[in-house]
């Protein structure tokens, strides 16, 4: 399995001081944070794609362009790349060179995200987000593996002899996750294409996501990519951790009730009680995570959310050295325990270029 984080890059008040960070130190905290968490062994960054305030990302290869020259082995993905706004063509091109530029260490998150208002502002319209996350897709799904690509769709301008550049790294296209929180249409796409599933369960009670994960399991099967059990299923979460944890839900409460995303709404304990954020001690979010199990089956990567709401540099960084320090390695050892040898490991370039090689060299055998 894969550990990671990721970030939506939200710049918001600290509400025990009054003091709000500029974009400029948001975006410089983000980079200490995605190379702290390498440090501390983290397997996964993840950044998000939002174009409105009060988040900064709205160039996310531009970020994860300099990351990737400040590390050397932790994985670069996107918490979402938005497929309904962003052109297909420009897709292609900007991760096949972040591909290169990082060594081949690049994966991405599609999905259509949560801000209505972007739809109009890159001339879309928000009634059309599935056709467009369909028809979108399908079109950058053949810009990675065809190298001459003649198109017509609804929602955009032909294309005709047309070649993205550069072409992805050893020839094989970034992995693709298709990230819902809601949408069984997205689960269809991704089960339909034998890409990952990745199901940012941060805000829904967990029966929500099982049906949504369990929908991707079999329809991966029934287009015939194997058994349930070898879909690829990636998962959000949240946690704030101290080593007495009642002294994580003190600390942790001013933040959660001012929070843009979910503050002013159901309470601390509510929210813990009915979503996976885990408000503890390192042992508590070990016992949470390792049943999400139970709950959805083997997974590939678990990826957690740690820097919003207002949270200072320091705390973050504290909260890293926890995860990676005395949560991480247990549940890496606590997941490992009992995994069918059916269940594929987490996606990687390397694994996948092996794979390539391994399937054009059976072809030629039966030549």
């Known amino acids: 399995m894969q550990f990671g984080i990721f970030s939506v890059g939200d710049v918001t008040e600290d509400p025990t001081t009054g003091r709000t960070p500029t974009d400029a130190q948001r975006l410089q905290d983000i980079l200490t944070i995605a190379q702290h968490a390498e440090e501390v062994g983290l397997d996964v960054f993840a950044l998000g794609e939002h174009h ?7 160039s996310p290869t531009t970020v994860l362009g300099y990351i990737a020259g400040r590390t050397e082995r932790i994985l670069l993905s996107t918490a979402t790349t938005l497929i309904t706004t962003n052109d ?4 292609a091109e900007d991760y096949a060179t972040l591909q290169h530029v990082a060594g081949g260490r690049v994966d991405l998150v599609l999905g259509r995200g949560n801000t209505g208002p972007v739809y109009p502002w890159f001339g879309q319209d928000i009634r059309q987000g599935i056709p467009l996350a369909v028809e979108h897709y399908a079109l950058l799904h053949r810009l990675w593996r065809q190298e001459v690509v003649d198109w017509e769709g609804r929602f955009r301008t ?9 072409r992805p790294l050893d020839g094989v296209p970034p992995f693709v996750w298709h990230g819902s929180i809601r949408s069984p249409e997205i689960a269809e796409q991704a089960a339909y294409y034998g890409d990952g599933f990745f199901a940012n369960n941060i805000f829904w009670p967990a029966e929500h996501y099982q049906r949504l994960i369990g929908y991707y399991r079999q329809r991966f099967e029934h287009y015939g990519h194997g058994t349930p059990a070898q879909a690829t299923v990636g998962l959000g979460g949240q946690a704030f951790v101290r080593p007495r944890s009642q002294d994580a839900v003190d600390e942790f409460r001013p933040y959660f009730d001012h929070a843009p995303v979910y503050g002013h709404g159901p309470s601390l304990e509510e929210f813990t009680a009915q979503t996976p954020l885990t408000v503890g001690s390192p042992q508590q979010v070990v016992d949470r995570y390792a049943g999400m199990r139970d709950l959805f089956g083997d997974y590939q990567r678990q990826l957690f959310l740690v820097d919003h709401a207002g949270l200072p540099l320091k705390t973050v960084l504290e909260q890293l050295d926890l995860l990676g320090g005395e949560i991480v390695p247990v549940l890496r050892r606590e997941l490992a325990v009992g995994r069918p040898a059916e269940v594929p490991d987490a996606p990687t370039h390397a694994a996948r270029v092996a794979a390539l090689a391994a399937q ?3 072809e030629a055998a039966t030549v």
Request: cysteine-free; aromatic content about 8%.
């Open 88 to 91: 297909p063509v420009k897709i």
């Open 52 to 58: 409105n305030p009060p988040f900064v990302p709205s």
């Open 158 to 166: 032909p294309l005709q002899g047309f070649t993205t550049t550069p």
């Open 360 to 362: 054009q060299e059976s």
